[in-house]
């Protein structure tokens, strides 16, 4: 997925930024949801997020 787009995108629960991880997740770290990408697609549904649990430092 092209890291310009990701820049461009926003949770749609929260309106925060989300971040690409290596494994083709979007994820928000405000909302600890994970959104999928599927054939290079965002799924920005809340739906189809799942919640993940962030490490914190």
Do not use: F, N
């Not at 930024?17 to 909302?31: I, K, P, S």
């Not at 054939?39 to 809340?46: E, F, R, S, T």
């Amino acid at each position: 997925m092209d890291q310009d787009l990701v820049q461009w995108l926003a949770c749609p629960q929260c309106k925060g930024a989300v971040l690409l991880e290596r494994d083709e997740h979007l994820v928000c770290e405000a909302c600890s949801l994970r959104y999928p990408v599927r054939d290079g697609v965002p799924v920005m549904l809340i739906d189809e997020a799942e919640t993940v649990e962030l490490a914190t430092s």
